[in-house]
């Protein structure tokens, strides 16, 4: 189970991997700050974007692409989730974790999602998620110019997600 805290972890880490407001002209999200695009999120504009708190927004990160019901997955998947989420949006994360169990692919987390999450180890989850994701990613026109980037944030993201084993 993921709790409240964990997802604020998530969210502090894809928000401290994205770094603080920026414009680049070749970035199709246009100004973004910690993660928020104003291309995805028009409810902010350049002012608010410059002005939003790393805080603030891991917590928009986590309302806004944290997908439903992914609370009850193992704890270890909040950060390569929320990373990937916030990437690809959470259907795509979602269908890349049912790609990686082998479970019916339909974008939504229900028992089904819940109980083949919970049978792997959590290396063998995590290799094959990020596995996923990959093929995901590759298949994008834009993976030339950001690909490799976006494969080191999910690897960071699974790597940051191991902890030993027996661990709390």
Aim: charged share 20%.
């Amino acid at each position: 189970m993921i709790s409240s805290a964990q997802l604020l972890a998530a969210g502090l880490w894809v928000t401290g991997r994205e770094g603080p407001y920026h414009n680049d002209p070749l970035d199709p999200g246009g100004s973004t700050a910690w993660g928020v695009s104003i291309r995805y999120h028009k409810e902010f504009t350049d002012a608010q974007l410059r002005a939003l708190t790393q805080t603030d927004a891991a917590a928009f990160l986590v309302k806004n692409y944290w997908p439903d019901h992914a609370e009850d997955l193992p704890d270890f998947l909040a950060i390569p989730l929320l990373a990937f989420s916030v990437l690809e949006g959470p259907t795509q994360a979602v269908m890349c974790l049912q790609r990686a169990l082998v479970v019916h692919v339909d974008g939504g987390i229900g028992p089904q999602t819940i109980h083949a999450a919970n049978l792997p180890t959590q290396e063998a989850l995590l290799e094959s998620y990020f596995g996923a994701c990959m093929d995901r990613l590759h298949g994008r026109a834009d993976w030339i110019r950001e690909g490799t980037g976006w494969e080191r944030r999910q690897f960071a993201a699974s790597l940051k997600a191991q902890k030993p084993t027996g661990a709390p």
